[in-house]
């Protein structure tokens, strides 16, 4: 049997272990809460089930798909599955759809396709944007809100991370927009002023004509 892809394989221990850090926590609070920490307080607990279900389904089809392809580049029948998922409106009830927007971001790199990719993360904040109040609503103590904003805003960073480098696919004003809510995001002052000097490095790079015109993005808008 050949090796199993590096993709993949990855893909579904990420996939296991997600869905086993469903189970209700019996120590103390991580210092990184994951939406399995306020699964039992959100009032989320089935469509998070059926998210972490359908997402392992997907990535153990594309696993065997792969194993008998001998080809690792993830496949556009997986991209679909993936995509049947994030495009469930059902399911923008818990943020734990924003997991599932991130497969897409790593299925879209594997692919190498860059643009796809950068469209996507726009997309993926733009849902969190407009669910954002509505999920942390859900929450039955203050602590409880808490986590929730912190794991929230952990994503939000993740995904704007990656859009850093958005100038060298001739998206310089996506990495300025970035950016800016990477600087209003950070709380630690020394991080927040490593963002403001790359941002204004990016604009004086784009002011001289070392990046193409390109619109600035008015808003995180849903496609």
């Known amino acids: ?30 210092t990184n809460p994951q939406p399995a920490d306020f699964v039992s307080s ?14 392992a389904e997907a ?11 001998g080809d690792e580049t993830p496949s556009v029948a997986y991209l679909r599955a993936t995509r049947a998922i994030w495009d469930d409106d059902r399911l923008r009830d818990t943020p734990w759809i924003i ?20 469209d996507t ?8 944007d407009a669910n954002r109040q509505r999920w942390l609503a859900t929450a039955d103590s203050e602590a409880t809100r808490e986590r929730m904003v ?15 480098g958005a100038y060298n696919v ?19 002052e020394k991080k927040r002023e490593n963002f403001i000097a790359q941002r204004d490095h990016m604009r004086k790079r784009i002011a001289i004509g070392l990046h193409g015109p390109e619109e600035p993005p008015a808003e995180w808008r849903l496609p």
Do not use: C, W
């Not at 993360?121 to 969190?128: D, H, Q």
């Open 59 to 69: 990535k153990e089809a594309e696993l065997e798909r792969a194993r008998a392809d």
């Open 99 to 118: 997991q599932v927007g991130k497969d897409i971001l790593h299925i879209h790199r594997y692919r190498d396709d860059h643009q796809r990719r950068l």
């Open 150 to 164: 912190e794991h929230i805003d952990g994503q939000m960073m993740t995904i704007l991370s990656g859009m850093q």
């Open 1 to 30: 049997m050949p090796p199993t892809p590096r993709f993949v394989l990855a893909s579904a221990m990420l996939a296991t272990l997600a869905f086993t850090t469903l189970a209700p926590s019996q120590t103390a609070a991580p």
């Open 42 to 55: 959100s009032g989320s607990v089935a469509l998070q089930l059926e998210i972490q279900r359908r997402r």
């Open 170 to 188: 001739g998206r310089p004003q996506l990495t300025l927009a970035a950016l800016e809510r990477m600087i209003a995001i950070e709380a630690d």
């Open 121 to 128: 993360s726009v997309e993926i904040m733009a849902v969190i």
